[in-house]
């Protein structure tokens, strides 16, 4: 089925996290949220989200730089043209064009979900989905003491989340992690997620967390190494999973060749759209690597769009695709993203597309930036 893209609207929120999210690398308190309206030439109307961040510390993006891409490179080669498939965007983009994979995602994303809409499918069928439901769960940002520590992820558990992350750095790793397995015992779905906060020259550090029984630790080194992964990787039990070193099928099959990991976090806005991230899933479904889905402190457009991608068949572990309020006090879609008291979440099958309705009259409130980008002749 032919799409044609007749506009593109980018407005940007600001959306108030109901708590500050700390990493190793950074705080955020507000969401400043990148949010791209697409209109195909029928009149077909979606939405997507550009997941960069406010600061350029996870990635090399932002919200701002992403904003110029799409203006400045991404719209002009998706406007007005004709893609026989949602699979031709990415390449489109790719040609000649280095970089900017979470303004790319942001518009490729949204001609899958344009498809799904013009084929009247849940966004999740078009992708290959097959799960009628996805396994949640939380990743909890680093907290002032260990006790504070253990009383969210207490809560946690209570709650129903299927996977505990708790961010660490160096001086909030070792002791936190020791006294939140001490407190919710061996059985607890525990694992880590540094952000790059160390180096092989703490190597004597991570061991210690070797012994805490973790699912896996992500991301302990540098967010674009391979190769001091893989030397790490030999001397710990506990597998490592790649987040931001992984943006592309390529790096994931250099993680297997290196064995600088043995799961994979696929974030579809990290990896430039939904073609790339359907390749690393198939490539770590022969590979016998497990897959699971990150989060970005996603609103519910982007959340849509995850829960339809953990909804294939190799997303066999938790994602990172929480309820919406465990974020914000109001979302800004409808219904909101909840989740069971066993820790599930369901994925949207009786109506096409990202299956949650935008609130177009709260974005509007909440919208501090916007413009319109149409064909320029
Ligand atoms: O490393 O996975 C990460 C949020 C911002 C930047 C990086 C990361 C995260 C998260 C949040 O862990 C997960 C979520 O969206 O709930
Ligand atoms: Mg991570």
């Given at each position: 089925m032919?799409?044609?893209?007749?506009?593109l609207?980018?407005?940007?929120?600001?959306?108030?996290l109901?708590?500050?999210?700390?990493?190793?690398?950074?705080?955020?308190?507000?969401?400043?949220?990148?949010?791209?309206?697409?209109?195909?030439?029928r009149?077909?109307v979606?939405?997507?989200?550009?997941?960069?961040?406010?600061?350029?510390?996870?990635?090399?993006?932002?919200?701002?730089?992403?904003?110029?891409?799409?203006?400045?490179?991404v719209?002009?080669?998706?406007?007005?043209h004709?893609?026989?498939?949602?699979t031709?965007?990415f390449?489109?983009?790719?040609?000649d064009f280095?970089g900017?994979?979470?303004?790319?995602?942001?518009?490729?994303?949204?001609?899958?979900?344009?498809?799904a809409?013009?084929r009247?499918?849940?966004?999740?069928?078009?992708?290959?989905g097959?799960?009628t439901?996805?396994?949640?769960?939380?990743?909890?940002?680093?907290?002032?003491?260990?006790?504070?520590?253990?009383?969210?992820a207490?809560?946690?558990?209570?709650?129903?989340?299927?996977?505990?992350?708790?961010?660490?750095?160096?001086?909030?790793?070792?002791?936190?992690?020791?006294?939140?397995?001490?407190?919710?015992?061996?059985?607890?779905?525990?694992?880590?997620?540094?952000?790059?906060?160390?180096?092989?020259?703490?190597?004597?550090?991570l061991?210690?967390?070797?012994?805490?029984?973790?699912?896996?630790?992500?991301?302990?080194?540098?967010?674009?190494?391979?190769?001091?992964?893989?030397?790490?990787?030999?001397?710990?039990?506990?597998?490592?999973?790649?987040?931001?070193?992984?943006?592309?099928?390529?790096?994931?099959?250099?993680?297997?060749?290196?064995g600088?990991?043995?799961?994979?976090?696929?974030?579809?806005g990290?990896?430039?759209?939904?073609?790339?991230?359907?390749?690393?899933?198939?490539?770590?479904?022969?590979?016998?690597i497990?897959v699971?889905?990150?989060?970005?402190?996603?609103?519910?457009?982007?959340?849509?769009?995850?829960v339809?991608?953990?909804?294939?068949?190799?997303f066999?572990?938790?994602?990172d695709?929480s309820?919406?309020?465990?974020?914000?006090?109001?979302?800004?879609?409808?219904?909101?993203w909840?989740?069971?008291?066993d820790?599930?979440?369901?994925?949207?099958?009786s109506?096409?597309?990202?299956?949650?309705?935008?609130?177009?009259?709260?974005?509007?409130?909440?919208?501090?930036?916007?413009?319109?980008?149409v064909?320029s002749?």
């Amino acid at each position: 089925m032919p799409l044609r893209l007749e506009r593109l609207t980018l407005h940007e929120i600001q959306l108030p996290l109901r708590e500050p999210f700390r990493i190793s690398s950074g705080i955020q308190t507000t969401r400043r949220i990148l949010l791209v309206e697409l209109e195909e030439a029928r009149g077909a109307v979606v939405w997507s989200e550009c997941v960069a961040s406010e600061q350029p510390n996870y990635s090399p993006e932002t919200v701002d730089t992403a904003w110029l891409a799409i203006r400045d490179w991404v719209a002009p080669r998706v406007l007005g043209h004709t893609f026989e498939d949602p699979t031709q965007v990415f390449p489109t983009l790719e040609r000649d064009f280095r970089g900017h994979l979470m303004a790319k995602a942001a518009v490729e994303m949204g001609m899958w979900a344009l498809d799904a809409e013009l084929r009247q499918v849940p966004l999740a069928h078009r992708l290959g989905g097959t799960r009628t439901c996805i396994e949640v769960g939380i990743s909890l940002g680093i907290q002032s003491s260990p006790e504070a520590l253990v009383e969210r992820a207490g809560r946690a558990v209570l709650a129903g989340y299927r996977k505990i992350k708790l961010k660490i750095e160096p001086g909030a790793d070792v002791t936190y992690l020791r006294a939140v397995r001490d407190a919710l015992g061996p059985g607890a779905p525990l694992m880590a997620d540094a952000n790059n906060a160390y180096s092989l020259a703490d190597t004597e550090r991570l061991l210690e967390l070797d012994e805490l029984g973790l699912m896996m630790i992500e991301q302990p080194l540098a967010w674009d190494d391979l190769r001091c992964h893989a030397e790490l990787q030999r001397q710990l039990r506990t597998p490592l999973c790649l987040d931001e070193s992984i943006t592309s099928l390529d790096r994931a099959k250099d993680m297997v060749a290196l064995g600088s990991g043995r799961i994979i976090n696929i974030k579809p806005g990290r990896v430039g759209g939904f073609g790339p991230s359907l390749a690393i899933h198939d490539f770590c479904a022969r590979s016998g690597i497990p897959v699971w889905c990150g989060g970005m402190l996603e609103s519910g457009v982007g959340r849509g769009y995850n829960v339809a991608l953990a909804s294939l068949s190799n997303f066999v572990k938790p994602g990172d695709i929480s309820p919406s309020s465990r974020y914000w006090l109001e979302d800004v879609v409808t219904p909101e993203w909840t989740m069971s008291e066993d820790g599930l979440m369901a994925v949207p099958l009786s109506q096409p597309g990202i299956g949650v309705t935008v609130n177009r009259k709260r974005i509007a409130d909440l919208t501090v930036r916007k413009e319109l980008l149409v064909r320029s002749r």
